[in-house]
């Protein structure tokens, strides 16, 4: 997707802001996936936190992929979409016991067990169903994934996972009294947006480790769960649209340390769906400061938070002028001095009414709206529709 395929006649004809989704891209990226997870035997759950737009999660299901959710909300939006229970995975730090009674109701295949005290629960609820609980323990491994701070999520300081050492030896003193739980394998996840490769090499040298110790101590690891985590190029995004998925698995099968028969998970969501989506906003006003120029648009941080929350980067394009490039900050209507997306940043000669479209906005975009200022949330269309 880029400045010259997006149907500019179409889009003026819509109410701005919205977000506009490039379905060849999505399906591009989905066959270079399946073909990397297939050249190893992997599995691939899509993490459904980065865009659970139903149309898009319907299309990844029909891919063959799985769902990794951290919400009872989630699951039933994978459900709803077409995953499978048997490839349904479900994470978090806090799950609600209502939400766990809905995973142990669907036999979803995994709890991603993040505490001792969450296993207890599952155990309790598990034994009121006569159910048994599949679960995998997330264990902190403690490699820094060297991203944003707001995003990293492996570090022993991070509220996620076990801490190795003597919180995982108090799971494993007390796995084997929890008669409604069956321990399955062992999951990661460090952080989100690493375009550093090396960091997943750690983290495949710190996961061998662990599995050593574990199977020392009479724990079988039959899956290996390393989360996802793998960065877009947001500056650049018409260089590479599908990302490294090639390296990226390729760094797995070179260091882990894989045993004869066992299963080894990804949770990769923004590489999967970051840069098929846009989102579109119009022109209102081109404000003049003393010292810079504002090009004020309909959409703000209601409909695309990560500038605001992480001072993250979207690369804007003026999809409707070609004049000379000027110099512009880009802002929002949001009554909040953070409502900025972009400072300083080179367009087109921007006019009231010029669309704007921000880039890589795929993941994190729409589901994170919000209705702040009483906003209406944004609408979304797509390229196989519009």
């Known amino acids: ?31 270079a996936i399946r073909t990397e997870t297939g050249r190893y035997g992997y599995h691939q759950h899509y993490a459904v936190k980065a865009n659970a737009n139903p149309k898009i999660l319907a299309l990844i299901a029909k891919n063959g992929l799985g769902a990794d959710c951290v919400s009872g909300g989630e699951v ?47 155990n309790a609820l598990a034994e009121a169903k006569d159910k048994t609980a599949t679960v995998a323990l997330r264990i902190n491994p403690d490699v820094d994934a060297h991203t944003h701070a707001k995003i990293t999520t492996g570090l022993q300081e991070n509220k996620f996972g076990i801490n190795p050492g003597r919180r995982l030896e108090e799971v494993i003193r007390e796995l084997p009294k929890m008669n409604r739980v ?35 101590r009479g724990l079988r690891i039959e899956n290996l769960n390393f989360g996802g985590g793998l960065g877009i190029d947001y500056r650049h995004p018409n260089l590479r649209p599908v990302p490294g998925f090639d390296s990226y ?15 080894i998970h990804f949770e990769l969501g923004r590489s999967v ?14 404000k003049k400061g003393e010292a810079k120029q504002f090009a004020i648009l309909d959409a703000g941080f209601t409909d695309l938070i990560r500038p605001a929350m992480y001072d993250a980067y979207h690369h804007p394009e003026n999809i409707t002028g070609d004049g000379p490039f000027e110099t512009y900050d880009i802002a929002g209507p949001i009554c909040e001095s953070s409502d900025v997306f972009n400072r300083d940043v080179e367009l087109n000669r921007v006019c009231r009414n010029d669309l704007i479209a921000f880039r890589s906005a795929g993941a994190y975009g729409e589901i994170m709206a919000s209705q702040y200022n009483c906003r209406a949330l944004p609408e979304s269309y797509f390229s196989n529709e519009i």
């Open 76 to 122: 039933q939006a994978a459900l709803d979409a077409g995953f499978p229970a048997s490839k349904i995975v479900f994470a978090g730090v806090g799950k609600t016991d209502r939400e766990i009674n809905l995973g142990l109701d669907r036999e979803i295949a995994c709890f991603n067990a993040e505490s001792l005290e969450e296993l207890e629960v599952i």
């Open 273 to 286: 769906v970051g840069q098929c989506g846009a989102l579109i906003s119009k022109v209102l006003y081109v």
């Open 182 to 216: 069956r321990f399955s394998g062992i999951h990661f996840h460090i952080g989100s947006q690493i375009t550093d490769l090396s960091v997943f090499q750690n983290l495949c040298i710190r996961a061998n480790e662990l599995q050593d110790e574990l199977e020392a």
């Open 249 to 263: 698995f390729a760094v797995f099968h070179q260091f882990v340390k894989r045993r004869e028969g066992q299963r």
């Open 1 to 31: 997707m880029s400045k010259g395929i997006f149907p500019v006649e179409k889009f003026r004809r819509l109410q701005t802001p919205f977000y506009y989704y490039d379905m060849a891209l999505l399906q591009d990226t989905l066959n």
